[in-house]
């Protein structure tokens, strides 16, 4: 039996494949939109705007942010064989870019009264990993 076997019958988890590149720029303080620039299909690139326009009180810079590392996220997902649905596990490194520029986007759309795309993404987040939800909330 796989380690990563769906026992209850649902799809597969999706693992996305690494790209070590832009969590160590990031993580060697080159600035974000430098990083984004370099790897503007990076999740984590755009969600690292966003959470810092967000902190910064550009709140409808964020959601732009927000919504362009989800895409590129989406994207990315489908790619690895993501049919729009099932587990999207936290506990991957490379899948928390796509779960932070969703948790960004949620936050975001919330703050500026979009209550319909707040719950779309809150729950999009919570189905996708349960994890993230509570790690990033």
């Known amino acids: 039996m796989s380690i990563h076997e769906n026992l209850l019958g649902g799809p597969a988890p999706t693992y996305l494949p690494d790209?070590?590149?832009?969590?160590?720029?990031?993580?060697?303080?080159?600035?974000?939109?430098?990083?984004?620039a370099k790897y503007p299909t990076s999740s984590l690139a755009?969600?690292?705007?966003?959470?810092?326009?967000?902190?910064?009180?550009?709140?409808?810079e964020s959601y732009a942010y927000a919504r362009t590392g989800y895409h590129r996220g989406l994207d990315a997902l489908?790619?690895?064989?993501?049919?729009?649905?099932?587990?999207?596990?936290?506990?991957?490194?490379?899948n928390r870019g796509f779960l932070r520029a969703l948790h960004a986007l949620a936050r975001a759309a919330q703050s500026i009264g979009e209550e319909a795309e707040y719950e779309r993404c809150s729950e999009f987040l919570r189905d996708s990993s349960p994890t993230a939800a509570e790690t990033l909330g």
């Open 46 to 60: 755009w969600a690292q705007l966003a959470d810092e326009a967000f902190d910064g009180g550009r709140v409808i």
């Open 19 to 36: 790209d070590p590149g832009p969590r160590e720029l990031l993580a060697a303080d080159v600035v974000p939109t430098d990083v984004a």
């Open 78 to 94: 489908r790619r690895a064989g993501w049919k729009g649905h099932g587990p999207v596990p936290f506990e991957h490194e490379p």
